[in-house]
């Protein structure tokens, strides 16, 4: 497959694109980027990658975090995590509280803030210095030890904390949150505001390719097959909040995206390819995002699907 | 792959299976069924295929057929068709007005009963004679000509109609279905009685596999790539009602049950599968059924994860 | 109380209100009102009456008609039609599917048209002849023999049937209809579709002021006080839809409105009072009856409260 | 009316009485009370009062003390106050999340949990020392100087305060809260932990009587008519959370319940009536007391309705 002319073709194509979203504003830090900002980076199996834009640029990672999170909590406490979040598309937006207090305060899958929440206490509960432990782990799959928490944007959120106070205090209430909840929503909030690129990002989540097994200095870091199969089927059918059908149906990849703009997609024993653009469409997703991995998979014909 | 091997290895597995799951009753004929029926058909695109038991016993697709529908009407009327139903897991029981409802009569998608009965009305406005043109479409894909409706089936569901009358009803009041209400509950009936084997079914679902153009014989019956790409897509968020994410989790490949007791899956480019196995879990889903495709998945060591 | 004069005044200040509402229009033939028509009346216990503007003029009373079919269900069957219908207020839109899905076919109360269509069908289980006999009933209690169904009213409704035909086949599923859908419908659209005056309606609702045992002559007809009791406060808590609230804190009466733009209110052992304004505020209720009601209850210093 | 013999009778009935409910325990201190204690207080406008059993021992008023608090802001801020939280009944249990998130932080009344924290934002912002000054507002009103917090009961509310702490931390996120989350939460509490005897709660709860300005003394405290009259529809229509409508339905007076097994109901213009029994039914709402109040209103024939 030659991924360079097609990223080019794409590059050109997306040169007239209208942007018709907005940037996330609900705290100011994030609303302090520049809405023209454009970065791509596809990372190989075979060890090829290529790049688009400002594909080395940093940006807050936001939701994206969810799946790291998600994959750390796996790999130390296991399918027991399963039974305080459910792995169902939520049909509803990312914040609701509505299904939360129906269900009882489990949350319908890991990747709905409160869903999260619930993660960030099982990590707690695991892990002796949590918002240090978990930068090494980031680090470690990224293979960057530059990687930090924007800690501007974490005081911002927590300044901003209300909503996420709301659901973190609903599940404390059924019983299933363990910890302090603001130490919970202070955790949570780091998680949200590590900054990172698309290079950093598409290395990162080489951990969800199950590729084969030659690669030994990679493989230490690689999660269980059957642990990546599962995160990428959560990734396909709940990795857009309420979007997440419209991506599988136009993209057909496993992916997370995050208010920052960004957007992670994999195709299992592939490639990695995240995207960067912060304009956010009406359901919360980059718009210019969501169009170049559609270009992309329809392009090279190759999706999941 | 040794795929008869592992077929064995599964139902040796599944000898021992205690089936904790139910019959459907909600129409007096669905009870009728033997509960210790199972039957297994693998159809690879090579031509090989593989058997297990009751494989060519014809049994009530139900919801199955709502693939099938969608497939025909996307050939006929095109995108067109997304403008009266949405491509969104619902989070909700299959036969939920709740949603309806509050999203004016437009269904979350055409795999809930009342995304089927848009798909119904659309497809009356394209076919003249909507109950003999979709046994021809159903036949022509399944390569079979003694496919045809269990009419006993279909007048046992007309005669419990009362939840999909107050879906179809709903919708005509929210201007998303044309025709009168019974004609639509007529036809949708009867394409949930159509009676279908595994052997059949399996073939059927090769439209949507995507496999090379070289089988010329089968490619006059095969769907677009971009066509097949999307309805797998919504398979795989959509295609087991409240447990799409389990599924997806569990198996990893898009498919769809009936409350007949049958699962189709399929993994683009490589095969498909049915399965038939008459109790259903409390969701609604073939327990053993999913329990079958979950080995086989995890024996292969291969989902589009 | 000099009533003549506190009538005279609200005259008078209602010359210059500005009717910001709208004449319901969902079936053509309520659509073809004069949207400047309006009438009160006022009956005394003591015999004593007065009346402003069109107050003999007939109008569609539509749901000012659940008031007196719960009164002959009531009469008919006694408290067990409590175990098919509940008595708190719904809180959603009068028509609203979703409660009666989460309370199991079960309506919240007999004034919203789920309810209603419960009590039409405990009517037709104790009529011969359901709406000569009902028709009888309505006459009978405003002692009027000339009331009558307008029948292209409900010839109308019947063409519009959708939402309630959605109502009521869910309601058929979950087995709290035991005759048929759509003649439940029309015995209900009929009730709906009974053209009376504020003179007449006013007359009609003296059945639940609970006054005392002289009057002879009307005894007959009177409500047991233990029944008036119950519907009275029926209508304070659950007679305006989701303004029920709002009348009870304005006005301060029980009460019943239909979008034809009728009000009745009685004040228990007092009066009873009926006003018509067909335009209707944004949740249904006529605006100016609402408005004049709570001048009346304002001016004469006397509500429930 | 010879309310003596009336109670008499009723307490007679009622020694056989079995009570199937159950002493709240979502707080160790509620659980704490004796399950047999029983009071009555019976306070007419002419004077006359009546009492049964623990008529004058003190218990928690919990939401009973919502009343004052809405009648404390009605003095203070006015009808602006009804700009933050609307008049209708909710038709969902007290303290339900759904509704607050649909309807966009705007609780439905100031009954529910949701209101009473508004309505104790709006004080607030009127009193210098909160606590102290609503205190001295109850002390005056119940013409009572030795009424107090259980300052236990408020420390015990603090520390499960986590379901109310998501409603508040809710309403922040909606704009509908100006003060500290767990400042509103402490005084809130506080106001639910004051401890009254069904004396002291018929007294106070006069000033909802719109009686005849003769009695000086009392008339200082007395709420102008307008503001009782709504309060008293507000109690009617909403006092009960999801059983509002049965206790209009059976008893027929407005009137406002505690989870400490208190009920406060009045008749406007004749008499206030106070009642406590701990245990309660399904719906929050002490089974005893409203046994006791249907027969009192039964047996003297008098009610609103």
Redesign the interface.
Known sequence: MNYQSILDSIQKEISSFKNTGKVATYIPELGKVDAHKFGLHLQCVTGEHFALGDAEERFSIQSISKVISLSYALKLAGNSIWQRV???????PFN????L??EKGIP??PFINAGALVITDILMGHLKKPKEDFLHYVRDIANDQTITYDESVAASEMKH???N??????M??FGNLQHN?DDVLDFYFHQCAIAMSCKQLSEAFTIFL?YPKGDHSKQARTLE??L???I???M???GFY?????F??RV?L?GKSGVGGGIVALH?KQYCIAVWSPPLNAKGNSELGMKVLELFT?RT?I???
Chains 1, 2, 3, 4 share one sequence.
């Open positions: 459910d792995v169902e598309p939520s049909g509803d609701s509280l509505v299904q207090e129906y319908r899958n904390k209300f909503r106070a709301s659901l973190a205090n609903l404390k209430d909840v199950n097959p059957i990546a199969k599962r990428n089927a959560l396909l059918t709940c309420d979007e997440s059908g419209e599988a149906f057909g496993p299992p329809s014909g999706s999941v699907f």
